[in-house]
């Protein structure tokens, strides 16, 4: 009999372990937010997948949505922003040609690409595809063939990092394969301000497909952030990132509840996950937005 109790006993304990577990990890998906609707500090939760979420008003800096901010981790193809404002920086010919090379490869991490060795595009062309479709060997061509080379073109990456006040930011590599490459997503906020000033990166990044070629042969691309290609969404900006060590990743600038929206959504779970996030962000500004409305 005793034992049996004992048994019973260990058994509750376990349950309630399990249960309190459950309830902490369950916390860990909530963002904190503020009341929108009387522009009160109320605490509110939004349960959301993704790790580090910061949603802020783009005009005012005010932070709408947070959860681990200051988290500072692997950002994977969020890094090409900083790519691209490098290059247009430089001011360098965007119509000059260029051939990929051996060197522009992913020894890192092995990963595929339709541009091989001896496909020539323009600066321009290799621009709208490390932005909108995230090509890794544009990415590294870019840099390869800036001036000083792909050591100089990660010293000005970081340079540029620092004169945008992102202290917690570190480039080694301008494809952003390397989980080396880190930041938090007030710094991220930071980049896609400075990014949303250049039109290009702007109209490259939400560009829904691109066609260019190569060897001759037509090489079509799309974007990797699908909701660029939804007509319930309103985007300026957008850029997507994966690596195993960084999860899914997704940065935007959209028009959202009569507001202009900076999102920053790091290590999502699943493929589907940050997309999900970004839809449950706009439904709770929206709802938001129409509780105001109605006093």
């Known amino acids: 009999m005793q034992n049996t109790e004992r048994s019973l006993h260990h058994l509750e304990k376990i349950v309630a372990i399990v249960a309190l577990a459950a309830v902490f990890a369950l916390s860990l998906g909530f963002a904190q937010a503020a009341e929108l609707d009387k522009g009160t500090k109320k605490a509110e939760q939004v349960f959301l997948r993704s790790a580090v979420v910061l949603v802020q008003d783009a005009t005012s800096g005010e932070t709408l949505l947070a959860k681990n901010q200051g988290a500072v981790l692997p950002i994977a193809s969020i890094t090409k922003l900083m790519t691209a404002i490098v290059i247009l920086d430089a001011g360098l010919n965007l119509e000059q040609r260029i051939a990929i090379s051996d060197e522009d490869y992913d020894h890192l991490k092995g990963t595929r690409s339709r541009l091989r060795p001896g496909t020539v595009l323009t600066r321009d062309e290799l621009l709208l595809l490390a932005l909108m479709s995230s090509e890794n060997r544009a990415a590294a061509s870019l840099a390869r063939t800036y001036p000083g080379g792909t050591g100089a073109f990660v010293a000005a990456m970081n340079a540029k990092a620092r004169a945008l006040g992102m202290s ?86 959209v028009h959202l509840a009569s507001r202009e929206v900076t999102v920053v959504l790091l290590d999502s779970w699943g493929k589907l996950s940050r997309v999900g996030d970004a839809n449950r962000i706009k439904k709770w500004l929206e709802a938001h937005a129409a509780k105001g409305q109605r006093g």
């Not at 990014?195 to 691309?221: C, D, K, M, N, W």
């Not at 799309?222 to 969404?233: A, E, I, P, Q």
């Open 168 to 253: 917690d930011t570190r480039f080694v590599d301008p494809s952003g394969l390397s989980s080396a490459n880190v930041a938090t997503a007030r710094d991220l906020a930071r980049l896609v301000a400075a990014a949303h000033q250049y039109p290009l990166i702007r109209q490259y990044s939400t560009r829904e497909s691109a066609t260019v070629r190569a060897f001759g042969r037509p090489l079509g691309y799309r974007n990797t952030n699908g909701l660029v290609r939804s007509v319930n969404w309103d985007i300026d900006l957008s850029k997507t990132g994966y690596i195993s060590e960084a999860g899914r990743c997704l940065v935007m600038r």
